[in-house]
């Protein structure tokens, strides 16, 4: 499951700047449906393009073979069941 489909959950807006009233951000909190955990993002502009989302996404490298980067893209999915993450990630690494 992608990012795009975990962040469905929309929360609550909130709007920040600085002392001056410049360097405006339009922040956005959303609920993972997988995991529960929260998602903060910021944009220029009230619905704005994104600028920023915490936490990073991280990308799996492509160079990496086909059976081992399937197994640590289901591992990074599996994040919120430490024993099934384990699973995975290890399977990435074992011979195939």
Same mark, same amino acid.
């Given at each position: 499951? =992608?990012?795009?489909?975990?962040?469905?959950?929309?929360?609550?807006?909130? !709007?920040? =700047?600085?002392?001056?009233? =410049?360097?405006?951000?339009?922040?956005?909190?959303?609920?993972?449906?997988?995991?529960?955990?929260? *998602? *903060?993002?910021?944009?220029?502009?009230?619905? =704005?393009?994104?600028?920023? *989302?915490?936490?990073? !996404?991280?990308?799996?490298? !492509?160079?990496?073979?086909?059976?081992?980067? !399937?197994?640590?893209?289901?591992?990074?999915?599996?994040?919120?069941?430490?024993?099934?993450?384990?699973?995975?990630?290890?399977?990435?690494?074992?011979?195939?």
């Amino acid at each position: 499951m =992608g990012r795009a489909r975990a962040l469905r959950n929309y929360l609550a807006p909130v !709007e920040t =700047g600085d002392y001056t009233g =410049g360097n405006r951000r339009f922040w956005g909190m959303y609920r993972c449906v997988r995991c529960g955990g929260g *998602i *903060i993002a910021a944009a220029r502009g009230d619905r =704005g393009a994104t600028i920023a *989302i915490y936490p990073t !996404e991280t990308v799996i490298d !492509e160079t990496i073979p086909h059976p081992a980067r !399937e197994y640590l893209a289901q591992a990074q999915d599996s994040q919120h069941s430490p024993a099934g993450a384990v699973m995975l990630a290890a399977s990435a690494v074992a011979p195939c």
